[in-house]
Every structure is written in structure tokens, then in C-alpha cells.
């Protein structure tokens, strides 16, 4: 590169550096979930990235709280163990058999990959399940998905008083059920229900596209619920873009301020969202379009 081009270079991170400081303020102490999907985790290097970011989100004051998902994962092993499985509305039908490596996996295998990640990248990060400190407390969603649980009851304590000790809550959407039972929980619903416990200020669903497509198959870049509900009526948003955009209403109904639905696999996507302008994804809440620096 010429020196020339060099220097315009560093003028322009110096300018973004610059351009980020009222979102800096803007987001010092505030709390942001973020679910990290089993298709937006990809390679060492995506995984590398994200904990980067994760850990610079904290250092700068914000209180990252991790929710992740794994489903590409569960799905290797059950084929593994020649264990077959189907899914009904973006739900896993869930056996005892099926539960169990749905735990072993989420808890175990991806948990432990994040948690490794980020205390990779000089962050502390603490790996714990919607079991722990009674954090997700689950009843059956419909007996004829087995053990599928939807969030009934949660306790936030224990991820509050992580983050006061500048820990960083990494939570597998595994549940307990008042009678000893293990729920598997889709990781947008256990997300949701966490970021609403929370009443976050942000809840970020990095999955593997830019964001909500409309009928044009272009990116929404802020959408309201009236938007969710006809566009989901009309069939556009379908598959496993519906629990992501019912839990983002769900989250936005127990106080969430705004949720982000973005492409976890773009390079510091949480940056992006959080720190610039433009930010990055589909913006979803009820009021003003874009967010600003001090919204
Ligand atoms: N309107 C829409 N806009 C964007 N994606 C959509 C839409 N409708 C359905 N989808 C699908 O939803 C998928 C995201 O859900 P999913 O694969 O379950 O993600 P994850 O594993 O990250 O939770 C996208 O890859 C896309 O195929
Ligand atoms: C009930 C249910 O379907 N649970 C999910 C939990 C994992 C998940 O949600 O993973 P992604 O976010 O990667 O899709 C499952 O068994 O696959």
C-alpha cells in the first residue's frame, strides 16, 4: 500500500473512532443480550471475531450478556448416534433420549466453545445453563413436542450479579421444570425471555442473513409490529425467521427497548450495530425509525 493510501486509512478509522463516541456514552451500562445462533457461529475465525467484540463491548462499559443457540450442532450428534429428528413450527420434537443430548450438546460442546472464545480474547466469561440459580424456569409449550419448554418463571439474579463482578454470562436455552424435568427451549425464545427479565436495552439475534427481508427480498432496515404482523401473514417472513420476530415482540412487550436482527457471520456485526450511524440488520421497536445516539 502507498504511504498516501495508508494515511487516508488511518484518517478514516480516526474519523469512525471519531463518529463512535456518542454511542460510546450512549451505551455505557447498558445491557445488551445477544443470541448467537447456531448458523451465525461458523468458523474458529467468525467465533474469534465475535468474542473480540463481546469483550471490547464490555471493556467500554457495556454489560454483554450471551445467549446461544447450536441447533446445526444437536443435529451432528443425533445423526451420529443415529437418533432421528424432526421439527414442527421451528420447534424440535424433544424424547428423553433427544433431551438429553440436546443438554449434553448446548450446555457442553457450544457452551464451552464460547466461553473458551472470549476468555480466549482477555474477557472472564462464565458458561451456565437456564438451570442454574432457577435463572429459566420452564413448562411444557405442547405435549406433542415432548420436552420442549417455554419460559414461564425467571430469575435474573444470577446473570445480574455476574455482570456486577465483570463477568460475562454465556447461557445455554437448556430449562428446569418445577418437577425435575429438562426442557429443551428454542435459543430465540430463552433469549427473549431473558433480555425481557432483563429489560435490556438491547437484545442483538445475530443469525446468517442481513437481516428481515420484505415481499422485494430486500433488507428492512426498521420494521415496527404492525410490519412483523402482516408481513408474516402475507408468508414472508416464514421458517426460522418467525420465532425471531415473535420473540422480538414478546421482548419488546416486557420492556426490551429495541431488537436488532443481524447477519452474526459480517465481521464485528455488534460493533457495527451498536457503535455507527447506520448500524447493521433490521431495527425493530414500536416508535421513531433508526436509532440515535441518544435513543
Ligand atoms: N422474511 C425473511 N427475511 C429473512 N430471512 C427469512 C425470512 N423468512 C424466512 N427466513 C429464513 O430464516 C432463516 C433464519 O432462521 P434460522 O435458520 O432458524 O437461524 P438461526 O439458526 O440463526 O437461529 C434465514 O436463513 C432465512 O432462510
Ligand atoms: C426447541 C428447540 O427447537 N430447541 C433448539 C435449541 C437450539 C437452538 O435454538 O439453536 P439455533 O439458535 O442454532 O437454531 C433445538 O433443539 O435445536
Given at each position: ?5 495508508m494515511?487516508?486509512?488511518w484518517i ?5 473512532l471519531?463518529?463512535a463516541?456518542?454511542y ?31 469483550v ?23 445423526a451420529?448416534?443415529?437418533?432421528q429428528?424432526?421439527f414442527v ?17 448446548l450446555?457442553?460442546l457450544?457452551?464451552k466453545?464460547i466461553?473458551q ?8 466469561a ?5 438451570k442454574?440459580a432457577?435463572l429459566m424456569?420452564?413448562e411444557?409449550?405442547n ?6 419448554g417455554?419460559?414461564?418463571e ?9 455482570g456486577?463482578e ?8 437448556v ?8 426442557y429443551?427451549?428454542?435459543?430465540d425464545t ?12 438491547r437484545?442483538?439475534?445475530?443469525t446468517?442473513?442481513?437481516g ?6 430486500e ?6 409490529s404492525q ?5 408474516t401473514?402475507?408468508?414472508?417472513i ?6 425471531k ?10 420492556g ?10 459480517a465481521?464485528?456485526?455488534?460493533l ?12 425493530i421497536?414500536?416508535?421513531a ?7
Amino acid at each position: 500500500m502507498k504511504k498516501q493510501d495508508m494515511n487516508r486509512d488511518w484518517i478514516a478509522t480516526a474519523r469512525t473512532l471519531s463518529q463512535a463516541l456518542p454511542y460510546l456514552q450512549r451505551y455505557e451500562g447498558a445491557t445488551v443480550v445477544i443470541k448467537l445462533g447456531g448458523h451465525a457461529m461458523g468458523s474458529d475465525e467468525a467465533m474469534e471475531s465475535f468474542a473480540r467484540d463481546v469483550v471490547l463491548m464490555q471493556q467500554v462499559g457495556v454489560k454483554p450478556v450471551i445467549v446461544h443457540g447450536g441447533g446445526p450442532m444437536i443435529n451432528k450428534l443425533l445423526a451420529d448416534l443415529g437418533i432421528q429428528s424432526e421439527f414442527v413450527n421451528g420447534k424440535r420434537v424433544t424424547d428423553k433420549a433427544t433431551v438429553e443430548v440436546v443438554e449434553m450438546v448446548l450446555s457442553g460442546l457450544v457452551n464451552k466453545r464460547i466461553v473458551q472464545a472470549i476468555n480466549g480474547q482477555g474477557g472472564r466469561a462464565v458458561g451456565i445453563s437456564g438451570k442454574d440459580a432457577n435463572l429459566m424456569i420452564c413448562e411444557q409449550t405442547n405435549p406433542d413436542l415432548g420436552f420442549v419448554g417455554t419460559p414461564v418463571e425467571m430469575d435474573p439474579s444470577i446473570v445480574q450479579e455476574l455482570g456486577e463482578e465483570n463477568l460475562i454470562p454465556v447461557i445455554a436455552p437448556v430449562g428446569a421444570g418445577r418437577g425435575g424435568e429438562t426442557y429443551n427451549v428454542n435459543g430465540d425464545t430463552a433469549a427473549g425471555a431473558i433480555a425481557g427479565a432483563l429489560k435490556a436495552d438491547r437484545l442483538l439475534l445475530l443469525t446468517d442473513v442481513s437481516g428481515v427481508k420484505g415481499a422485494d427480498g430486500e433488507v428492512l432496515t426498521s420494521l415496527n409490529s404492525q410490519q412483523i404482523r402482516k408481513l408474516t401473514d402475507e408468508g414472508v417472513i416464514a421458517g426460522g425467521m418467525i420465532p425471531k420476530t415473535e420473540t422480538a415482540l414478546d421482548a419488546l412487550a416486557a420492556g426490551v427497548r429495541a431488537v436488532v436482527i443481524l447477519d452474526g457471520r459480517a465481521p464485528n456485526a455488534c460493533l457495527l450495530e451498536l457503535y455507527t450511524e447506520h448500524g447493521a440488520g433490521s431495527l425493530i421497536r414500536d416508535s421513531a425509525p433508526r436509532v440515535t445516539a441518544d435513543s
